[in-house]
């Protein structure tokens, strides 16, 4: 089978041409971007957890403050989702491309913004209200961002490996945590104590203006969607995409976003909350947790690239379903293993659960955007992904929640069991999508699975 004129080729005797070189682009396009803005993202939530409390809340009781830093780190989480519309809206009308370049630089300017921002003690209350503003902006752009970069993987892939390739702006966040963690780590052993709390903090927040510039640059070589092109040339854009995917699919987005919910809590839970809380709770050191966490970040790295290929084989619902089912049971006996205080298995712990994270987030760039139509994917796709956030972000503030009202570690795990319950329940109510094509009819399935559609 010919390629077309975005140098996409489909499969021809089960061997992919040398067409191949503009998937990888796009894919390793969306991969850069995809970690800068992560680590943007995943740097406030490291900070929140060491730093927030004592810079922007110290009138507050240490417990109250640390919360209340969480708080704000959950802030953009609530934004995601109204960023993921806005975005999504524009990505179907006017294409992936130009939405993946406005969130970078918006989310670059409210990084740099908070690495200058002026402490408590120097503008008062004023700094935490401008904190919130800030955070709700990296959170505003960020919510455009996955479905952007998901999206220009999966319609640049060959029709059978939509999985692995879609797979790797996922790698963006685990990678955008290793940095992100890494560069604290790297403050905690170099940087004394007074001088991280003055501004060895805002080192990171500082250098993504760096990070940025490089991922502006790789982003603007990259061209729109070949799946996205075709679909103008046949049909108007949609007036309001993502009233429209509302309106004909709001089932769908639910179940997406619940199938998703527990995978992307627990994210948050491990590398948030339980920064702070392992501590000052459970006597880890703070190295050798930033190491700990850094260490599982990028483990994760090979499990979401294995996982999605091998959803290309298996299927996506299978490995959703065997993911949380797992996490489901695993949940308690995680904590049990955490609250040890002993590292290796702390770290034992953490990659169980990783895989099974991994086992949602490999597959879930090609699994979301082939359940919806091209005209409508960016929203539904986007808004999927950002209601599941929602929880994400507020799961931090409730654990530390839980934790203060019943004194017990356990109270968290049984939070993720019926989180995991639930993205189990959810992800048993869709459909597989594996053998359905991008473009509609005219494409062909993936080659050896055709037979099972």
Wanted: net charge positive.
């Amino acid at each position: 089978m010919a390629s077309d004129a975005s140098g996409t080729e489909s499969v021809e005797g089960g061997r992919a041409g040398p067409s191949l070189r503009v998937p990888r682009r796009v894919a390793a396009a969306s991969l850069v971007g995809t970690t800068i803005e992560w680590f943007d993202f995943f740097i406030y939530g490291t900070a929140a957890a060491l730093v927030f409390n004592k810079v922007f809340f110290p009138a507050a009781d240490p417990a109250i403050g640390t919360i209340a830093a969480l708080g704000t780190f959950a802030t953009g989480f609530i934004a995601r989702p109204i960023g993921g519309a806005v975005f999504a809206h524009f990505g179907d009308r006017v294409g992936r491309k130009p939405m993946l370049v406005y969130s970078l630089l918006l989310m670059g300017a409210a990084t740099v913004g908070i690495g200058l921002l002026p402490g408590y003690a120097t503008i008062g209350v004023l700094a935490p209200v401008l904190l919130v503003v800030l955070r709700f902006a990296q959170g505003f752009g960020v919510g455009g961002e996955w479905g952007g970069a998901a999206l220009m993987a999966v319609e640049n892939a060959p029709p059978h490996r939509r999985g692995f390739y879609g797979s790797w702006p996922q790698v963006g966040v685990p990678l955008g945590l290793v940095m992100g963690t890494g560069s604290f780590l790297v403050l905690d052993l170099t940087v004394s104590e007074p001088a991280f709390q003055a501004w060895g903090w805002r080192i990171p927040f500082l250098a993504s203006a760096v990070l940025i510039a490089v991922g502006m640059w790789i982003r603007l070589t990259v061209a729109e969607s070949p799946v996205f092109r075709r679909d103008q040339e046949r049909r108007e854009a949609s007036r309001l995409p993502v009233l429209q995917v509302l309106r004909e699919h709001p089932k769908l987005i639910f179940l997406a976003a619940g199938s998703f919910v527990a995978t992307n809590a627990t994210f948050y839970i491990s590398s948030v909350w339980l920064v702070s809380y392992a501590t000052t709770e459970l006597g880890y050191t703070r190295s050798t947790i930033l190491g700990a966490n850094t260490f599982l970040s990028a483990s994760d790295i090979p499990m979401i690239l294995l996982l999605g290929l091998l959803s290309d084989r298996l299927g996506r619902r299978p490995l959703f379903l065997g993911g949380m089912a797992l996490l489901a049971v695993f949940s308690i006996p995680y904590f049990l293993l955490v609250q040890t205080g002993v590292v290796g298995l702390f770290i034992l712990g953490g990659l169980v659960v990783q895989a099974c994270r991994s086992a949602v987030y490999g597959p879930q760039s090609a699994y979301f955007s082939e359940l919806f139509p091209t005209h409508l994917r960016y929203s539904g796709a986007s808004l999927s992904y950002q209601l599941a956030s929602i929880v994400g972000g507020l799961a931090p503030a409730i654990c530390g929640l839980l934790v203060l009202w019943t004194g017990s570690l356990m109270a968290v795990a049984g939070f993720t069991v019926l989180l995991a319950l639930i993205s189990l329940g959810s992800s048993w109510a869709m459909s597989e999508t594996l053998t359905r094509g991008l473009d509609g009819p005219d494409e062909a399935p993936a080659r050896g699975v055709a037979a099972q559609a």
